[in-house]
């Protein structure tokens, strides 16, 4: 196999998982680990992936930035969709509901059909959905993010600080077993924490490709959340760290 067509399935491989080890990449490509090392040093170079000791990692892994929610809403749809078909199904009548902003989470939405639950949110957009659908919704408020269309500050934990939830329903950045649930802004993740700690019971809703990303701010250990997706990771760690559903299309 020559040079790029390795360099091609390298990066394949890291922009589905995330993560990958010399070891690994020696079984898959069947080339030597002086090989794999030299590639690479070379792909690290070109920018095109983060090298670490025994292996690499993917260059989303530690971003900072956030894509728009519109640019958000168009990838990997129908997994987020499945996703949010199964969460609404977990809603009962006597539920008290915290469901976050984000493009995953949002997907609940058309699905929810209880009336009698209650529903709290600090999405904008969610809380026009909810209410259109004719369900009993409160909307926290706070100072808005751009980039998420999210109530955050200082003000939103104080609202989120009045309720006690039975279930929360989460979106996450990224998620590692070293650095748990990640997102890039402080004042968000601050939310998030606050609603997963006013909540019975929490789950982070997160395609496959959330795994094995870390961003700059914690917002949840692993062990805080059961993690609802389309894929489990490989890697067994993150089973024995928290509960993790595979949910089918």
Do not use: W
């Not at 690290?44 to 892994?61: C, E, H, I």
């Not at 949002?106 to 949110?121: E, F, G, Q, S």
């Not at 706070?142 to 309720?163: C, D, M, Q």
């Amino acid at each position: 196999m020559i040079a790029q067509e390795r360099y091609k399935k390298i990066l394949e491989y890291l922009d589905t998982e995330g993560t990958v080890t010399v070891a690994q990449l020696t079984a898959l490509l069947g080339a030597s680990e002086a090989t794999i090392r030299r590639d690479l040093g070379v792909l690290a170079k070109d920018g095109k992936l983060n090298k670490v000791f025994g292996g690499a990692t993917s260059v989303r892994r530690m971003g900072l930035e956030e894509e728009s929610v519109s640019r958000r809403e168009t990838i990997k749809f129908e997994e987020k969709d499945a996703i949010g078909r199964y969460a609404a199904s977990l809603i009962r009548d006597e539920d008290f509901v915290f469901i976050d902003s984000g493009t995953t989470t949002a997907c609940m939405i058309p699905y929810l059909t209880n009336t009698k639950a209650t529903y709290v949110t600090n999405g904008v957009l969610h809380a026009y959905r909810l209410l259109q659908a004719g369900l009993n919704v409160h909307l926290i408020g706070g100072k808005l993010r751009p980039s998420t269309e999210a109530a955050v500050g200082a003000e939103g934990l104080r609202g989120i600080s009045n309720f006690n939830f039975t279930k929360a329903f989460m979106g996450t950045n990224g998620i590692t077993v070293g650095e748990g649930f990640t997102t890039p802004d402080v004042e968000e993740a601050a939310m998030k924490g606050g609603a997963i700690g006013r909540s019975f019971i929490s789950f982070v809703l997160a395609d496959h490709t959330k795994f094995n990303r870390a961003f700059s701010v914690t917002f949840a250990p692993l062990s805080a959340c059961c993690i609802l997706t389309d894929r489990m990771p490989k890697d067994k760690k993150y089973s024995e760290s928290t509960i993790i559903k595979e949910v089918s299309r």
